[in-house]
């Protein structure tokens, strides 16, 4: 027969257990553990920047940024219709502003991205505004100025370069952009030697989507292994993560392991994990030019269900759990944004939604994503003391265990 001294001793515990999770799940923002140094030895926490956050004066955020991590990467200030509009034309003003923020904090900076299909200018594929396009050595010359230019400019401030980005696609097959129509896929060679001659000393990087597919993986390692057997400088593998609640673990892991036995490094170079609906299964740039906001692609204005909460929450740890388990060879994590209110998924692939992908919330607080993540390393509930708060929501995180 059980004791009523027992039985007292574990509710109290389960209460105190509740009362700690619920704490810690509301404590405000700014009293959670350093993500950066609990992943110290892992590998590099990372987070994407927009001109919003740098432009930003809140002190709060800038102290989130430079507390939780250690490498940035640009969101759109170092694309090509930005940095080189025109022709002869450059504009450095953000760049520059981003690279100093990073000299400023001892960050490892990320230059994203050198030659990709989309936010390219149209002025550099045609001879001119009324003009056809432009022959194969014309492209190979603006493409080798540019590179040249741009990275020439950061040598020895940006660490490494996304060089080319997304040019395969899903079955596996190149995507016939601009530059593979009328370069061919030799372009990606070349902009990899470019990169390379304008700065040797700085890490070069290819970066995809959907790289959790079969046929898109098997044709990135083709990629990389041609490039490698060329004696093309390739540093490493950035592994797009904009999952959705559909994530495939085992398709992930598998992934993983297939870039890792290219001898590379691997970045996991976009992460946030969108709840909402997807109006249709090929990611493309120019979706939200497709579809109209509707009240049933957006369901959680307000709050998120405790299920899906959850499902994202397992999500999160169960990719955490596999990037450890091959930590030797992942060289960075980054996040596709500061908090929920900074995410681009509030308004991609629809306009006007309310996301909540991201491991801080609208208010910059530690969601429970982030606080079983840090639990991965830390192999506890971080026993840091933080100012209480109340218990708000208290039945939405009962549920969730520490253990899973």
Known sequence: MVSQQYRRMTLLSIVLSVFILASLAHAKAGDEVSFKNIYKGKFLIGVALNDQTLQSNDKILNKSITKHYNSIVAENCMKMERVNPGEGEYDFSAADQ?????????????GHTLIWHSQAPDWIFFEDDKGGEVSREVLIDRMRSYIHTVVGR????????????EAILANGCWRESKWFKIIGPEYIELAFKFAHEADPDAELYYDDYGMTGLKKRNAVVKLVNTLKHKQVRVDGIGMQAHYGLNLSLIEFEKSVEAFVRTGLKLMVTELDISVLPFPQKEMIADVNKRYQYAAKLNPYTNSLPQEILTKQTDLYKGLFKILLKYSHAVSRVTFWGLNDAYSWKNNWPIKGRTDYPLLFDRDNSAKLSYK????????????????????????NHVNFQLGK
């Open 154 to 165: 950061y040598k020895g401030r940006v660490h490494g370069w996304d060089v080319v980005n």
């Open 372 to 395: 079983a993540i840090v639990q991965l390393v830390d192999g506890e509930v971080v026993r840091k003391k933080v100012k209480a708060h109340p218990a708000r929501g208290l039945a």
């Open 98 to 110: 981003f690279v100093a923020y990073g000299e400023r904090n001892s960050m490892i900076i990320i």
